[in-house]
T-cell receptor, first 113, second 114 residues
Framework: AQSVTQLDSQVPVFEEAPVELRCNYSSSVSVYLFWYVQYPNQGLQLLLKYLSGSTLVKGINGFEAEFNKSQTSFHLRKPSVHISDTAEYFCAVSEKNNNDMRFGAGTRLTVKP | DAGITQSPRYKITETGRQVTLMCHQTWSHSYMFWYRQDLGHGLRLIYYSAAADITDKGEVPDGYVVSRSKTENFPLTLESATRSQTSVYFC?????????????FGPGTRLTVL
């Protein structure tokens, strides 16, 4: 079965600085990749997803991610963060032959003024 | 408003008691899911359902029971709660089969088992 590793459990960053949240996956077949965001006391909501085609995917709130098949990575980036980006971010992977989505352990992004 | 709701939002119970967490969605999505969220583990799938009366186990099903008599409801029951089941539980739904489909999440239920 597929698996996901989020390499950083916590990422503190100052407002207006760039940020990268790292995600690596493991799978023996082709995959779909997702980033979800969870604001405090809320459920998860989709930021962006990679299904096929261009490896650079743009999402909501100025986030983007790049699929790198050779490195089995799907890192999330934002060039300039805001206080409101403070949240937990989850990378997820599903395989093309099933509906089983696996989530990483999450990265807590804290944006400081 | 349309969406996915969970009740209760917070629940405290004692070891050995039965507790049911409710999930309701108004989109008529075929697929529904139950996850638990624990620090260091992210979200882990407990059970999922492809349609009314069709359910299947996920990654961590032991100690849980589900049913789906109506498309819009997907209750999760802990038949005899244990402390290890203290967690935040999320219900989600998806419109169709296929790993490419986004899942839509409810707000979660925080369960504490004393």
């Amino acid at each position: 079965a597929q698996s996901v590793t989020q390499l950083d459990s916590q990422v503190p960053v100052f407002e207006e600085a760039p940020v990268e949240l790292r995600c690596n996956y493991s799978s023996s077949v082709s995959v779909y990749l997702f980033w979800y965001v969870q604001y405090p006391n809320q459920g998860l909501q989709l930021l962006l997803k990679y299904l096929s085609g261009s490896t650079l995917v743009k999402g909501i709130n100025g986030f983007e991610a790049e699929f790198n098949k050779s490195q089995t990575s799907f890192h999330l980036r934002k060039p300039s963060v805001h206080i409101s980006d403070t949240a937990e971010y989850f990378c997820a992977v599903s395989e093309k032959n099933n509906n089983d989505m696996r989530f990483g352990a999450g990265t807590r992004l804290t944006v400081k003024p | 408003d349309a969406g996915i709701t969970q009740s209760p939002r917070y629940k405290i119970t004692e070891t050995g008691r039965q507790v049911t967490l409710m999930c309701h969605q108004t989109w008529s999505h075929s697929y529904m899911f139950w996850y638990r969220q624990d620090l260091g583990h992210g979200l882990r799938l407990i059970y999922y359902s492809a349609a009314a009366d069709i359910t299947d186990k996920g990654e961590v099903p032991d100690g849980y029971v589900v049913s789906r008599s109506k498309t819009e409801n997907f209750p999760l029951t802990l038949e005899s709660a244990t402390r290890s089941q203290t967690s935040v539980y999320f219900c989600a739904s998806s419109p169709a089969w296929g790993g490419y489909n986004e899942q839509f999440f409810g707000p979660g239920t925080r369960l504490t088992v004393l």
